[in-house]
């Protein structure tokens, strides 16, 4: 079984994406995924380790949940 964990992001999200990711990575045991959609104004690359989706800015909630999903391979998201 693999899980897909897909995170929408904004601005003021940013700062908190790493403590996300780390949380993550400490309490889900089974084998996952994490994809990353960027829906912040200034979509500047930054370096990560996960799957990242940068598909234009302010996308609403369900069009982010789309992106990631066209992505994730688990078999649960």
């Known amino acids: 079984m693999k899980l897909s964990v897909v995170i929408i992001f904004c601005d003021k999200d940013f700062r908190c994406l790493e403590k996300m990711t780390s949380m993550i990575e400490k ?3 089974v ?3 994490v994809i990353l959609v960027d829906n912040r104004n200034n979509q500047e690359p930054f370096e990560t380790k996960y ?4 598909k234009g800015k302010n996308t609403y909630i369900l069009e982010g949940r789309r ?3 066209d992505v ?3 078999e649960y998201v």
Request: aromatic share 12%.
């Open 51 to 54: 799957k990242y989706v940068s």
């Open 31 to 33: 084998e996952h995924e």
């Open 72 to 74: 994730a391979e688990g």
């Open 27 to 29: 309490y889900i045991t």
């Open 67 to 69: 992106q990631g999903l």
